[in-house]
């Protein structure tokens, strides 16, 4: 037991001490005892707390909503372009998947552990009491400004991420439309004047429900791909797989990467919401499971209907006609997307406290910022717009930021803070695991980065 951090609970806190800028900074949950092995360590399946006679309320989301709502943040624009990572990396691109997503479903629940700190009451009880409430509280407890350091990270990678859901849009409307006297940059524009009144959303609420149909309409395409993929089965290449190339490889990596993107930005926020957050393991368990399963049967079953014609976006390898009814709920994806980006980017700056900025959100939830921050969000999303026009290769930009943002954000940097703060309480083998996904993310990620930058100046040139 000597392994565990042991400290004497200080008498709880006022909810005026515990509220402070809209943000929960210490919840005390008494959670009791926590399994431990012979050595006195815990072991994964331990890691979480259990629900016990709480000291502040638990959150009112089912464990159902939870996995919804880590669903919705990585299904995005990334399943578009899974069929082309399964043609371009072939056996290599589906163990990959594999391996990143049992990375992924790890990272996210030694996040949500360190949200937490094991310590002994006076009363001689083992509580896990919530420390953390935040992605970039996680950071500050690990390194002087590695709070600020997560922050800017994601909030550049939200960044792109929403110039990403500008540009989809006008690359599908050129391909649905391709008579129409309008340029893929004149389809951008006019889907940035589509989602400019989202800035005036006040609640996140409001913007949940956006994204939850959002998700939907992904599902509904994927379902779509599937149906026409069933419906010539005799059609179907199953011979003619991509031989491994490093190059191809790394494109897939990238691409691959681009799904876990934004979900751990998400998982601190989630974990609170749960109602028995001693499900939060199970649920992430069992999300990731279905998530993968799902994917990997549409991404190798597409690229068996479509074979060497599998396009960088699956809607364009569709036959003209009735199918093209995807392009259209894709667009209403990102049409219903973009706007939970602008909030989070938002958000973030909020976070940030940069002083030159006017406040981000108004002095209630239902009030409307002043007007100099509505002007500051007009131009965030012009910039963004910015990003969209000067760089106009979706697939290039999405392999880009999965390889450059990713691997920071869902592997290193979880990693490293939990061998930081959990370092006496790990196995020997958990601590070389920790050690191994970091080693690949840096490896893999720096490949990836190499070969995306390539592209990128490749689709530039004449």
């Given at each position: 037991m000597e392994a565990i951090r042991m400290k004497t609970m200080k008498s709880p806190t006022s909810p005026k001490d515990i509220q402070q800028n809209g943000v929960i900074n210490h919840l005390?949950?008494?959670q009791g005892a926590p399994d431990y092995d012979d050595e006195g360590k815990l072991s994964v399946g331990a890691y979480h707390p259990l629900d016990g006679d709480q000291k502040t309320p638990p959150g009112t989301s089912s464990t159902w909503l939870a996995a919804w709502n880590v669903a919705n943040c990585i299904q995005g624009a990334g399943i578009l372009s899974l069929p082309y990572a399964v043609r371009e990396g072939g056996y290599a691109a589906i163990i990959t998947h594999l391996m990143l997503t049992a990375f992924g479903?790890?990272?996210?629940?030694?996040?949500?552990?360190?949200l937490y700190e094991t310590e002994l009451s006076e009363d001689g009880k083992v509580r896990q009491v919530r420390v953390?409430?935040?992605?970039?509280d996680i950071g500050d407890a690990c390194w002087k400004g590695g709070g600020r350091f997560i922050n800017y990270i994601q909030l550049i990678d939200l960044i792109a991420v929403a110039a990403l859901y500008l540009e989809l849009p006008g690359f599908l409307?050129?391909?649905?439309?391709?008579?129409?006297?309008?340029?893929?940059?004149g389809w951008t524009v006019i889907t940035a004047v589509v989602v400019l009144p989202s800035i005036f959303l006040k609640t996140l609420t409001m913007i949940a429900w956006l994204s939850m149909m959002a998700v939907v309409a992904y599902f509904?395409?994927?379902?779509?791909v599937v149906g026409y993929g069933l419906s010539i089965t005799d059609q179907w290449e199953t011979s003619n797989w991509q031989h491994f190339t490093l190059e191809t490889f790394m494109v897939s990596f990238g691409l691959t990467l681009f799904h876990y993107d934004t979900v751990y930005a998400a998982i601190p926020s989630v974990e609170e919401s749960m109602k028995h957050r001693h499900k939060f393991n199970r649920m992430i368990n069992w999300t990731f499971v279905w998530l993968t399963v799902f994917n990997l049967l549409y991404g190798v079953m597409a690229y068996l209907t479509f074979g060497s014609h599998t396009a960088e976006l699956i809607t364009d390898s569709l036959p003209r006609g009735p199918y093209h009814i995807v392009n259209v709920l894709v667009v209403i994806k990102a049409l219903l997307t973009y706007p939970l980006m602008i909030f989070m980017i938002i958000t973030y700056i909020e976070w940030l406290r940069i002083?030159?900025?006017?406040?981000?959100?108004?002095?209630?939830?239902?009030?409307?910022p002043g007007m100099w921050a509505m002007i500051f969000r007009v131009l965030l999303v012009l910039f963004t717009l910015f990003l969209a026009i000067i760089v106009p290769h979706f697939?290039?930009?999405?392999?880009?930021?999965?390889?450059?943002m990713t691997p920071f954000v869902a592997y290193i940097i979880p990693?490293?803070?939990?061998?930081?703060?959990?370092?006496?309480?790990?196995?020997w083998y958990e601590i070389s695991f920790e050690i191994l996904i970091i080693v690949v993310a840096i490896g893999g990620g720096t490949l990836a980065v190499i070969f995306a930058t390539k592209q990128l100046i490749e689709a530039y040139l004449p």
């Open positions: 005390e949950l008494y479903c790890y990272t996210c629940k030694i996040l949500g552990n360190c953390r409430s935040s992605y970039s409307m050129m391909d649905a439309f391709p008579n129409a006297p309008v340029s893929q940059v509904v395409m994927a379902a779509c002083q030159f900025l006017p406040p981000c959100h108004g002095m209630t939830v239902n009030q409307l697939r290039h930009f999405m392999g880009f930021i999965g390889a450059l990693c490293g803070c939990h061998l930081k703060l959990k370092y006496h309480e790990l196995r």
